[in-house]
């Protein structure tokens, strides 16, 4: 059983930039490919980005590619989202979640972390 714990989330302006961290407890974190998701109001929740188990491999969504970078720290048990010149767009819950699989879709993911607010204003 793995533990996600997300935090770095807040209230920024457009164009501001944000580092969310994800820490994994309970599990061999460095066998685990890792995404990120979010969710904002009345949508469904979407994928950001992933990154495999060993750091090699990373994969982003359109709309953040060249602005959001995903990294991992497998000595700390983390995983990191950098996100630069942000947009009002971009206003969600950010989740980490912890997969076997490499893939973009949510329900292939096994743990999720609780969440942690981005709010951008324009």
């Known amino acids: 059983q793995v533990q996600l714990v997300e935090s770095g989330g807040g209230l920024v302006q457009a164009g501001d930039s944000l580092r969310l961290s994800c820490v994994a407890s309970?599990?061999?974190?460095?066998?685990?490919?890792m995404g990120w998701f979010r969710q904002a109001p009345g949508k469904e929740r979407e994928f950001v980005a992933a990154?495999?188990?060993?750091?090699?491999?990373?994969s982003y969504t359109d709309s953040v590619l060249g602005r959001f970078t995903i990294s991992r720290d497998n000595a700390k048990n983390a995983v990191y989202l950098q996100m630069n010149s942000l947009k009002a767009e971009d206003t969600a819950v950010y989740y980490c979640?912890?997969?076997?699989?490499?893939?973009?879709?949510?329900?292939?993911?096994?743990?999720w972390g609780q969440g942690t607010q981005v709010t951008v204003s324009s």
């Open positions: 979640a912890a997969s076997q699989l490499w893939s973009s879709r949510w329900d292939r993911y096994d743990y």
């Open positions: 309970g599990g061999t974190f460095s066998t685990y490919d």
């Open positions: 990154i495999r188990w060993s750091g090699g491999t990373t």
